[in-house]
Every structure is written in structure tokens, then in C-alpha cells.
């Protein structure tokens, strides 16, 4: 009988209880059982099992939390946030064909911590490319329609109402304060600066943005939410006073 098969059989809950008293076995350095953890991952990866895939997030949160935190020690990072990226980074890319790969639980919280370290990259250059919005992205049309009216204009893309708008330092500040999360900010950095259409975003970084329609709807939302903005009213007021 395979050594993994009395696992199989237990309840999701036994399964987590046996996971977690384990789990800190492993991060203390004691010696540890890692079947229950693996058979959690199985059924979280391989079977799409919801409640394991909650027990993961259970005993393995903070953990994840604090990878961020060591990758990414800034005051203004939202360690929550970059955690949640990361986990979502995990779910579409450790695939059933990684996990019968994988080399025991040690390789798959390897990968787990990779997504963290490259969440937190991410967040720490989208975080650099805020700080510099007062510079004018490249490749800017000089004689572009005026700003205020493509933000005006329903029928604007995002893309095409700040394309523009280089020149404003105001409102470049304006947009990244409207920005939420790290995903957000990868998206206007690779819509704005790079000048990247919704499905090249969506190639470059699936991972980020499994469905094309993901980047339009968060787009959408982003420059919605732009249009909303007091101060981005009272930007526009002051320009055209």
C-alpha cells in the first residue's frame, strides 16, 4: 500500500489538524510528517477542493505574509495585498502536473514562497514607476486631444484619455493614488508607459491575468473610477479655469 493512501481517507478537517500540528514541527526545525500537508495540496491542486484550499490559506497565511514582509520592507507596502497576489500566482501555476512533479511539501512551499518574492518585486517596481510619474512616459503624441475632454468622453479607453497628459504632473500623482493593489499598478504600467493593448497584457502576465476580460474589467473600473475622483474633478476645473 502506498504510504500517502491512509491519508486519503481522512476528513479535510483531520487533514488540517494533522497539517498544522506538523507544519510547526517543520518551521521549527523539528522533524515532521508531511503527508497530511501533501494529501491538502493534492485535493486543493489536483481536485480544485475549496475547503483544502481554505486550510492551506489557514496554515500557511502567515507564513506567506511574512515572506512579503522579508521581500518587501517598505512602510507603504500592503503586506495583505502582496499576499494575495501571491497566493493567486500559486493557484495558476502550480498546476497537477507540478505537483506530481514536486518533491515532497518542501518543494511546493518553495514554490509558494517564489510567488511571494516575485510579488513583491513586482510591487516594489510598480512602486518605483509611481515616484517617477511626475516624468512623461514614452512615446507620447504631441498634438493629442486635450486631456479634460477624452476624461469627459465616455467613450474613451483609458489609454487613449491620458495619452496626453505628460505634462501634468497633478494628474500623473492623481492616478496612482487611485490604484489599489500591486495588480492595478502592473496594469497601468504596462497600459500607460508601455503602451500595451489588453491581450498583450494578458500574455505577458498571466499570471496576474488569467482571462483577457480581466484586464479590460479592471481596466474599465480604474478609469471609472478616475472619472469619479474629486480631485481629479478639481484638477480638470483648474485646468480649464
Same mark, same amino acid.
Given at each position: 500500500?502506498?504510504?500517502?493512501?491512509?491519508?486519503?481517507?481522512?476528513?479535510?478537517?483531520?487533514?488540517?489538524?494533522?497539517?498544522?500540528?506538523?507544519?510547526?514541527?517543520?518551521?521549527?526545525?523539528?522533524?515532521? %510528517?508531511?503527508?497530511?500537508?501533501?494529501?491538502?495540496?493534492?485535493?486543493?491542486?489536483?481536485?480544485? %477542493?475549496?475547503?483544502? /484550499?481554505?486550510? @492551506?490559506?489557514?496554515?500557511?497565511?502567515?507564513?506567506?505574509?511574512?515572506?512579503?514582509?522579508?521581500?518587501?520592507?517598505?512602510?507603504?507596502? *500592503?503586506?495583505?495585498?502582496?499576499? =494575495?497576489?501571491?497566493?493567486?500566482?500559486?493557484?495558476?501555476?502550480?498546476? +497537477?502536473?507540478?505537483?506530481?512533479?514536486?518533491?515532497?511539501? &518542501?518543494?511546493?512551499?518553495?514554490?509558494?514562497?517564489?510567488? =511571494?518574492?516575485?510579488?513583491?518585486?513586482? *510591487?516594489?517596481?510598480?512602486?518605483? /514607476?509611481?515616484?517617477?510619474?511626475?516624468?512623461? +512616459?514614452?512615446?507620447? #503624441?504631441? *498634438?493629442?486631444?486635450? #486631456?479634460?475632454?477624452?476624461?469627459?468622453?465616455?467613450? =474613451?479607453?483609458?489609454?487613449?484619455? @491620458?495619452?496626453?497628459?505628460? *505634462?501634468?504632473?497633478?494628474?500623473?500623482?492623481?492616478?496612482?493614488?487611485? @490604484?489599489?493593489? +500591486?495588480?492595478?499598478?502592473?496594469?497601468?504600467?504596462?497600459?500607460?508607459?508601455?503602451?500595451? &493593448?489588453?491581450?498583450?497584457?494578458?500574455?505577458?502576465?498571466? %499570471?496576474?491575468?488569467?482571462? #483577457? &476580460?480581466? #484586464?479590460?474589467?479592471?481596466?474599465?473600473?480604474?478609469?471609472?473610477? @478616475?472619472?469619479?475622483? +474629486?480631485?481629479?474633478?478639481?484638477?480638470?476645473?483648474?485646468?480649464?479655469?
Amino acid at each position: 500500500m502506498n504510504d500517502q493512501d491512509g491519508y486519503a481517507r481522512l476528513s479535510a478537517t483531520e487533514l488540517r489538524r494533522r497539517c498544522g500540528e506538523e507544519t510547526e514541527r517543520f518551521l521549527h526545525g523539528r522533524p515532521f %510528517d508531511e503527508r497530511a500537508c501533501v494529501e491538502i495540496f493534492r485535493r486543493a491542486v489536483c481536485d480544485g %477542493d475549496q475547503e483544502c /484550499w481554505e486550510h @492551506l490559506h489557514e496554515i500557511y497565511g502567515e507564513q506567506v505574509q511574512n515572506w512579503c514582509r522579508r521581500a518587501r520592507n517598505a512602510p507603504a507596502a *500592503d503586506h495583505e495585498e502582496l499576499a =494575495a497576489v501571491a497566493w493567486e500566482r500559486f493557484w495558476h501555476g502550480f498546476t +497537477p502536473a507540478r505537483f506530481a512533479q514536486a518533491a515532497g511539501i &518542501k518543494a511546493m512551499l518553495a514554490y509558494l514562497r517564489a510567488c =511571494a518574492w516575485s510579488a513583491s518585486a513586482d *510591487d516594489a517596481r510598480a512602486a518605483q /514607476w509611481t515616484i517617477s510619474l511626475d516624468q512623461p +512616459p514614452p512615446g507620447e #503624441v504631441a *498634438d493629442a486631444p486635450p #486631456v479634460s475632454e477624452r476624461l469627459r468622453s465616455d467613450d =474613451a479607453t483609458p489609454a487613449e484619455a @491620458l495619452e496626453s497628459a505628460s *505634462d501634468h504632473a497633478a494628474l500623473w500623482q492623481i492616478i496612482a493614488a487611485h @490604484l489599489r493593489d +500591486p495588480r492595478e499598478r502592473t496594469l497601468m504600467r504596462l497600459t500607460l508607459v508601455f503602451d500595451l &493593448k489588453p491581450r498583450e497584457i494578458q500574455a505577458r502576465r498571466p %499570471d496576474l491575468f488569467p482571462d #483577457v &476580460k480581466l #484586464v479590460y474589467s479592471m481596466t474599465r473600473n480604474v478609469f471609472d473610477r @478616475l472619472r469619479r475622483s +474629486p480631485a481629479l474633478q478639481r484638477w480638470l476645473a483648474e485646468r480649464d479655469s
